[in-house]
């Protein structure tokens, strides 16, 4: 398996921007599909956004479709997520997460990161 170690976190105002970094290390001679979700207190975990192995696909919850943005490095085995227009309700510990074999990751991938906190505040 791959470690993963999220970034960027942090406190913002309702229309400001982050940009979550989560580094890939360990097994990374093998191509990830990777993305992000994200958990907020007393709600399930729920997907965000995932890039393909290779990143020429990439998919977005439609709560965020617009004003988040994933993309990845291979050769740094980084994948980043852009989010602007920022939101109270995108108040989450978001999570990376790597899946060696499927073209989109999911909440079964086998790889996780330990999560950063991300809080908007009205």
């Known amino acids: 398996q791959v470690q993963l170690v999220e970034s960027g976190g942090g406190l913002v105002q309702a229309g400001g921007s982050l940009r979550l970094s989560c580094a890939a290390s360990?097994?990374?001679?093998?191509?990830?599909?990777m993305g992000w979700f994200r958990q907020a207190p007393g709600r399930e975990r729920e997907f965000v956004a995932a890039?393909?192995?290779?990143?020429?696909?990439?998919y977005y919850a439609d709560s965020v479709k617009g004003r988040f943005t994933i993309s990845k490095d291979n050769d740094k085995n980084t994948v980043n997520l852009q989010m602007n227009s920022l939101k109270p309700e995108d108040t989450a510990v978001y999570y990376c997460?790597?899946?060696?074999?499927?073209?989109?990751?999911?909440?079964?991938?086998?790889?996780w990161g330990q999560g950063t906190q991300v809080t908007v505040s009205s």
């Open positions: 997460a790597a899946d060696p074999s499927r073209l989109r990751v999911g909440l079964d991938s086998p790889s």
């Open positions: 890039i393909s192995r290779g990143g020429s696909l990439t």
């Open positions: 360990g097994r990374t001679n093998s191509r990830y599909s």
